[in-house]
């Protein structure tokens, strides 16, 4: 493989939203990045501010109250997004009501302005903490930051054990008892994950992902893809465009 589009690949992967791009619209990419708990990617969508970004409609003649049913709407989705990926309804309906009304106290623009990227963070942290739900042990926490990290490499139990000083089979008993899955399941499940945002959020061909999330070959890759999602890849991909295409013309 090329050496400078391999890089290309492993920095996508090294990006903790696992979200480069999105061809569909902005908006799409900026919820499901803070539904992925990326903090820092987060930080660095939102250095634009709600008062200058692109594409907001008018809903009021008034500035003050046009930011305000902005920043409601913004609300609305983040917590819907953040349902999808796993956090309680009570938790997600709780923090956007709490901000609304923050943004409702307001007396200024720049006030509501100020506020949408905090809100954004506490969404996107609390998203970033629930991957590391039932997860007490900082063991089997560095493992799974080593994991996520390392998502383009071929990890073993052997790594990991170094990583942390520990037994690998007392470590491989102990990721069991706390994530509530064998680490090659773990590891599993998060490069499909991966490759998922991939087909979605990218161009790039199963043939490359396969390559990039380590694999040992596309056919392994298709087989476990298959299994975790009932779709071959280049099916999940015309799947998931054709939604976005649908949901866009709503």
Do not use: W
Request: net charge positive.
């Amino acid at each position: 493989m090329n050496i400078k589009k391999e890089l290309a690949f492993q920095e996508f992967v090294r990006r903790e939203s696992n979200l480069v791009r999105a061809p569909y619209t902005p908006e799409q990419e900026f919820y499901s990045v803070i539904k992925s708990g990326s903090t820092a990617k987060v930080k660095e969508l939102c250095q634009e501010s709600l008062l200058s970004k692109k594409g907001l409609g008018t809903l009021s003649v008034n500035s003050l109250q046009n930011i305000k049913y902005h920043f409601a709407i913004t609300a609305a989705m983040v917590a819907r997004y953040c349902m999808e990926g796993g956090m309680e309804l009570s938790t997600a309906y709780g923090l956007s009501d709490f901000y609304i009304l923050k943004a409702d106290g307001c007396t200024k623009p720049e006030d509501v302005a100020a506020l949408h990227p905090v809100m954004c963070l506490d969404y996107a942290k609390r998203m970033k903490n629930l991957r590391k739900n039932k997860i007490t042990s900082r063991h089997i926490s560095a493992c799974i930051d080593y994991i996520l990290d390392n998502l383009h490499t071929r990890i073993t139990i052997e790594t990991l054990a170094s990583l942390v000083d520990l037994n690998p089979s007392y470590l491989s008993r102990l990721f069991k008892k706390e994530a509530g899955m064998t680490v090659s399941r773990y590891i599993q499940d998060k490069k499909i994950e991966t490759a998922q945002n991939m087909l979605i959020y990218s161009d790039y061909t199963p043939s490359e992902i396969s390559s990039v999330l380590a694999f040992p070959n596309q056919s392994y890759f298709t087989e476990i893809f298959h299994k975790k999602t009932g779709m071959t890849p280049l099916k999940y991909r015309n799947f998931n465009f054709r939604n976005t295409e649908m949901g866009g013309k709503g």
